[in-house]
């Protein structure tokens, strides 16, 4: 039963895509916009795809609560869950979804690289961020009151999905099992492998621990109760206006100066301009190979620089 879907980012994109053309931000700044606007792209079509595959395996089920984008906070530590499975079993599976647009290589250690076509970065293991979500989410659960008949800690299961195009290249499993990194279409058949491999042990205490489908779906809405929606319109320290850019923009910008109709150019250009990369008609900004054309042909332009558009202003 699909108890919570993921929020809506539109936003989050508006606001970074807007900024791209903000004058309050320098060129550094709006490279690493960019970074992140592709990385926010990237994430929201990676989850999208899994909770299609989701949501197609458990549609009409009644005995797993599902829910996506799911976000909690304990004592101040901050647990952002892709996608939250939780059956009557007592099983709970976190789900990380990642959508690298790389393949993906796993050494013997554990670590992560992301191998693209201009070279290869170590990235943070999806599994041990996993792994912390699960610390708070349990610390969550406890104070709710979301525990097993037969054990206090119900039990925990990972799972890390990478895009179905993904290359996954892993170590030998005898010297780590890494069965827990599939691709976001496999889920089906990981967790039936999942189901396949419990012995009777594990079975007899499943069945102890089973609970009612409402007590699932309580369970489900409780965590739903406490998602606390990120603020989609904060941004990071680093994305801050530049103070100096900031007044600089807020200042009024002058009115251009008449041109007369007779000579179609410019009257009275202002001469401290000269040298800087604004046109003297409109007082827009220029590029400096525009503003090299003109200080080039000093004579025609009178030591000033015009944009490409105004530069037609004067006859060669």
């Known amino acids: 039963m699909l108890i919570k879907s993921a929020d809506d980012k539109s936003k989050r994109l508006a606001l970074l895509e807007d900024l791209q053309n903000s004058p309050v931000l320098d060129a550094w700044q709006k490279n690493k916009l960019r970074e992140e606007l592709l990385r926010l792209r990237k994430g929201i079509q990676g989850e999208k795809d899994a909770a299609f595959y989701l949501n197609s395996y458990f549609k009409g089920g009644e005995n797993h609560a599902l ?12 647990a952002q869950i892709d ?20 393949n993906v290589e796993v050494n013997a250690h554990g670590e992560f690289t992301a191998v693209y076509d201009e070279g290869r970065y170590g990235i943070p293991s999806p599994l041990e ?13 406890e104070t709710l009151g979301i525990v097993g008949r037969t ?66 779906k309580e369970w489900g809405e409780k965590l739903k109760r406490q998602h606390q929606a990120p603020d989609l319109l904060a941004l ?8 100096h850019l900031a007044a600089v923009a807020q200042v009024p910008k002058p009115a251009a100066p008449a041109v007369s109709k007779a000579t179609a150019e410019p009257a009275a250009p202002d001469a401290t301009l000269a040298k800087k990369l604004i046109c003297a008609h409109c007082r827009e900004k220029i590029s400096y190979p525009e503003g090299k054309f003109c200080w080039n042909n000093a004579k025609r332009f009178g030591g000033l620089q015009y944009c490409r558009d105004h530069q037609g202003l004067f006859v060669s």
């Open 67 to 78: 829910l996506h984008d799911l976000r909690v906070v304990v004592d101040g530590d901050v």
């Open 83 to 102: 996608h939250l499975i939780i059956n009557r079993a007592g099983h709970l599976f976190l789900l990380e979804t990642k959508n690298y647009a790389a």
């Open 129 to 141: 961020q996993s792994l912390r979500h699960e610390r708070i989410l349990f610390k969550l659960m």
């Open 151 to 216: 054990d206090k800690k119900l039990d925990f299961h990972h799972v890390v999905m990478l895009h179905p195009k993904a290359i996954i290249q892993r170590p030998d499993p005898k010297v780590l099992d890494t069965s827990y990194l599939i691709k976001a279409d496999q889920f089906p058949s990981w967790h039936t492998k999942f189901a396949d491999k419990f012995g009777v042990g594990a079975l007899l205490k499943a069945a102890v621990n089973m609970r009612s489908q409402e007590t699932v």
């Open 236 to 243: 990071p320290s680093y994305l801050q206006p530049k103070p």
